[in-house]
């Protein structure tokens, strides 16, 4: 069993910053492949990065890409979502989640909510204008 703990989420103004934190329990986060997703009002949650397990190797959505970066820390168990130039459009809440597989898996797949184990109960951003 794996828990994840969001943290960091609040209201900005935009152009603002934010830096949203997940914190995973387990001994092998080394090997989890992480991702940041996210749910607007009214909307299908969305893909917004990941970063694998292997080589941290990273991709984005379009609409974040060039402003928002994600990273980990495997000594602290801990995976971040820098966002920079915050839109009103980034408004949401934003869910943490947690792929165990270990192997290569394609881009695609890692966009899909379905490939991951674990989520967390997600923080909310709220971007004014």
């Known amino acids: 069993q794996v828990q994840l703990v969001e943290s960091g989420g609040g209201l900005v103004q935009a152009g603002g910053s934010l830096r949203l934190s997940c914190a995973a329990s387990?001994?092998?986060?080394?090997?989890?492949?992480m991702g940041w997703f996210r749910q607007a009002p009214g909307k299908e949650r969305e893909f917004v990065a990941v970063?694998?397990?292997?080589?941290?190797?990273?991709s984005y959505a379009d609409s974040v890409k060039g402003r928002f970066t994600i990273s980990r820390d495997n000594a602290k168990n801990t995976v971040y979502l820098q966002m920079n130039s915050l839109k009103p459009e980034d408004t949401a809440v934003y869910y943490c989640?947690?792929?165990?597989?270990?192997?290569?898996?394609?881009?695609?797949?890692?966009?899909?909510?379905?490939?991951?184990?674990?989520w967390g109960q997600g923080t909310q951003v709220t971007v004014s204008s």
């Open positions: 989640s947690a792929d165990l597989a270990v192997g290569y898996y394609s881009d695609s797949y890692y966009r899909l909510g379905s490939s991951y184990d674990y």
């Open positions: 970063i694998r397990w292997s080589a941290a190797s990273t």
């Open positions: 387990g001994r092998s986060f080394r090997s989890y492949t």
